[in-house]
């Protein structure tokens, strides 16, 4: 079994900074790519940043240029550093990855519990 546990959350003022973790651990031979998706009060669950294993990057047009998507792969560990924060991007924040148990398996989606970001003055 894999498990994904998220830390880095937390209530900031508009215009902070916070940088969310994500540590993969378990029974994990590869990891092809990882995310971070958020869900808002009442909204749907939208995709924030991905990564692949070999570092290309994903981002939503509103996170652009405020948000950065990174990974240690030797920690199986995918960040997202969050900057210049608003109102809007409260939400809880969740992690996936695209993980392989065992060579001759396929990989499977993951994800992790989720961590509450609140951006309030």
């Known amino acids: 079994q894999v498990q994904l546990v998220e830390s880095g959350g937390g209530l900031v003022q508009p215009g902070g900074s916070l940088r969310l973790s994500c540590a993969a651990s378990?029974?994990?031979?590869?990891?092809?790519?990882m995310g971070w998706y958020r869900q808002a009060p009442g909204k749907g669950r939208e995709l924030v940043a991905d990564i692949s294993s070999g570092g290309s990057t994903n981002a939503a047009d509103s996170v652009k240029g405020r948000f950065t998507i990174s990974r240690d792969n030797a920690k199986n560990t995918v960040y997202l550093q969050l900057n210049n924060l608003k109102p809007e991007d409260t939400a809880v924040y969740y992690c996936?990855?695209?993980?392989?148990?065992?060579?001759?398996?396929?990989?499977?989606?993951?994800w992790g519990q989720g961590t509450q970001v609140t951006v309030s003055s």
């Open positions: 378990g029974s994990i031979y590869s990891i092809n790519s």
């Open positions: 996936n990855a695209v993980v392989k148990t065992k060579a001759w398996i396929g990989s499977s989606l993951y």
